[in-house]
């Protein structure tokens, strides 16, 4: 199973800043993928990330909110730009299994607090 | 595209009672079907999948699931549940093909297990 490291674990920002989440994998993977988990809801796709070309965002998510760098096999970062409180949520990277067989591994996530 | 309706947001429940939790799913082609248990301020734990071949599914910690095409369901079941068993728990499914690991999420259901 491949293991998934998210930075930061935590944050609380203000309102009007941008926080860069990383994601690190420690093997390589073809597709990586994003999610938000507001409170109390469920998960939600933000975007996939390809190495090498430029992130797919899902409905009602866009690139100058959300944009995605996607710099290598083992790396993605999304940013959330100029935050306000509705973006405070679990924010989590996820990985494509090696195979059918398996299942998407995710991080550990990203607790975002915006105030 | 595909979407996922967990039609319980709470099940309350005696310990050493069974419980099921339910899922029904749409799908304009064929899915794969995952559980997936969230423990208070941790990430995603997978449960159990529905790939292929046999309809029912056993997982860890006693859970199985059974998937029904002809329902379009896959209902989550344990014969006698822990008190550690409370969590929030989260039906997806995958579309396959070229992005099995994007998963849309169902709205989950509040498991919480009473002494």
């Known amino acids: 199973s491949a293991v998934i490291s998210q930075k930061p674990s935590r944050d609380i920002c203000q309102r009007g800043t941008s926080l860069t989440i990383q994601c690190q994998v420690d093997?390589?993977?073809?597709?990586m993928f994003w999610y938000r988990q507001q409170p109390g809801q469920s998960l939600t796709l933000i975007a996939t990330?390809?190495?090498?070309?430029?992130?797919?965002?899902e409905s009602g998510f866009v690139i100058d909110k959300f944009p995605i760098s996607r710099p290598n096999l083992t790396f993605s970062t999304l940013t959330v730009s100029n935050m306000s409180p509705e973006d405070s949520s679990i924010y989590l990277c996820?990985?494509?299994?090696?195979?059918?067989?398996?299942?998407?591994?995710f991080g550990q996530g990203t607790r975002l607090t915006v105030v | 595209a595909q979407s996922v309706t967990q039609l319980d947001s709470q099940v309350p429940v005696f310990e050493e009672a069974p419980v099921e939790l339910r899922c029904n799913y749409s799908?304009?082609?064929?899915?794969?079907l995952f559980w997936y248990v969230q423990y208070p301020n941790q990430g995603l734990q997978l449960l159990l999948k529905?790939?292929?071949?046999?309809?029912l599914v056993k997982g860890i910690n006693g859970f199985e699931a059974e998937f029904n095409k002809s329902q379009t369901s896959f209902h989550l079941r344990k014969p006698s549940v822990h008190i550690s068993d409370t969590a929030e728990y989260f039906c997806?499914?995958?579309?396959?093909?070229?992005?099995?690991?994007?998963?849309?999420f169902g709205q989950g259901t509040i498991l919480t297990v009473h002494p």
């Open positions: 799908s304009s082609v064929s899915v794969y």
């Open positions: 529905y790939l292929s071949g046999s309809t």
């Open positions: 093997s390589q993977v073809t597709m």
């Open positions: 990330a390809n190495q090498g070309s430029e992130a797919t965002y």
């Open positions: 996820s990985v494509e299994p090696p195979d059918r067989a398996a299942e998407a591994f």
């Open positions: 997806a499914v995958s579309a396959g093909g070229t992005s099995y690991g994007k998963l849309t």
